[in-house]
């Protein structure tokens, strides 16, 4: 096992136990990985096609139990981040007949079932966001409204809330509905981030360009991977040695500011957690 001297938190993945699973935290721990957000795969790659948001908690119970395996293996530990996918919106009016404010009733009803588990202490944060590709303008206000209800949740669980968005490194229209419901905002992160953003934390993807920004910006962020375990995108997004990969090219590259910034202050700040205290020697 490598140990790099840091806790490397991977803030995105997910893991899927009919594909790799427990073999990719294994693979993690064994780069010197130490801690996982793991996020619920989308309902409907569990073959779950939600009808209430009851229909959802069979899939955040999945990952909750996942959790519990992966930290079994870490030396740090993992937690669960649930939400219902943004992309469900126009699998729900596309193919299924929904109306935009149907599909709109039953994502939010799905996320308030996450809401129970943050509450219960079962998972650390929510997941929610909106479409990264043109949808009608029907659509997009559904999904400003399930984002919305995401932020009052967050406000109410007094949590973090991931988010899944089109791509921009600018989000002030979040942070101004953020500040409306007392959210901090930096517990608003945006997933899938390019190195800086404004209006949140950047949860920035482990490729080198990206990181150079992040660094050379000097704000707060976090490293992911959006590990999707799927068997037809084996290694996509990025595979689960990426993490602890690029947290040794940073120290190589003399940037361990960065690193205890992404892995022991950021995570302090947006979820509360201590990755020094939940390492084991
Ligand atoms: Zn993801």
Redesign the pocket.
């Known amino acids: 096992m490598n140990d790099l001297g840091t806790p490397v938190l991977d803030n995105?993945l997910?893991l899927d136990r009919e594909n790799q699973g427990i073999e990719a935290v294994e693979d993690f721990h064994r780069l010197g990985g130490t801690h996982l957000l793991v996020?619920n795969k989308p309902s409907w790659h569990l073959g779950v096609e939600a009808e209430t948001g009851e229909d959802f908690r069979d899939v955040f119970e999945e990952t909750v139990s996942l959790v519990e395996e992966a930290t079994e293996v870490l030396r740090g530990r993992a937690w669960p981040v649930l939400g219902v996918h943004p992309g469900l919106v126009t699998r729900l009016t596309d193919e299924r007949g929904f109306e935009p404010h149907e599909a709109r009733d039953l994502m939010q009803d799905g996320l308030s079932v996450a809401a129970e588990f943050v509450r219960d202490g079962r998972a650390l944060a929510l997941k929610s966001g909106r479409p990264h590709y043109d949808v009608s303008d029907a659509v997009w206000e559904a999904s400003n409204d399930v984002l919305r209800h995401g932020l009052d949740l967050a406000a109410d669980c007094d949590c973090a809330l991931q988010l899944?968005t089109e791509t921009t490194q600018d989000l002030s229209d979040v942070a101004t509905w953020a500040a409306e419901r007392d959210v901090p905002r930096e517990r608003v992160v945006k997933?899938y981030a390019t190195g800086r953003l404004v209006g949140g934390t950047p949860s920035v993807m482990s490729e080198k360009e990206y990181l150079d920004v992040a660094v050379e910006a000097g704000e707060p962020f976090l490293m992911e991977t959006?590990f999707?375990d799927d068997a037809d995108r084996p290694g996509a997004v990025l595979g689960p040695k990426t993490v602890p990969r690029r947290v040794q090219w940073l120290l190589e590259e003399g940037h361990a500011d960065a690193v205890e910034t992404a892995h022991v202050e950021t995570p302090r700040e947006v979820y509360g957690i201590d990755t020094l205290a939940t390492l084991s020697s």
């Open positions: 995105h997910h996020v899944h997933h959006d999707v």
